[in-house]
């Protein structure tokens, strides 16, 4: 069974920011759509942002509507997530999942496959 894996994690001052990668080998990622999800201590998991397989239609949960940027490079077969104007608020573990089926994953947030996630830290 294939995994995905996330990286660019790390601690950053409000305002900054900072680039998640998603990543996997041994399957083609075009075919997938992929969702970015957060859970913080004591919350409970967030859907924060999906790309559909060929990457016409994302989605954003408002929090970061305008902040966030998902985008996928299937030649290299990842997707990322870009983070601006960051906010102590979304400190979390990030991860990304896949699904097949976009509408499952993009409007029912179901996924198939999940990474281990990186943690995102906003302190000053």
């Known amino acids: 069974q294939w995994q995905l894996v996330e990286s660019g994690g790390g601690l950053v001052q409000p305002g900054e920011s900072l680039t998640l990668s998603c990543a996997t080998s041994g399957v083609t990622l075009e075919n997938y759509a992929i969702g970015w999800l957060r859970q913080a201590p004591g919350k409970e998991r967030e859907g924060v942002s999906c790309?559909?397989?060929?990457?016409?239609?994302?989605t954003y949960t408002d929090s970061v509507s305008g902040r966030f940027l998902i985008s996928r490079d299937d030649a290299k077969n990842t997707v990322y997530l870009q983070m601006h104007s960051l906010k102590p608020e979304d400190s979390a573990v990030y991860y990304c999942?896949?699904?097949?089926?976009?509408?499952?994953?993009?409007?029912?947030?179901?996924?198939?496959?999940w990474g281990q996630g990186t943690q995102v830290t906003v302190s000053s």
């Open positions: 790309i559909s397989a060929g990457g016409d239609e994302s």
């Open positions: 999942a896949a699904n097949a089926d976009s509408d499952a994953a993009c409007l029912r947030e179901e996924f198939d496959y």
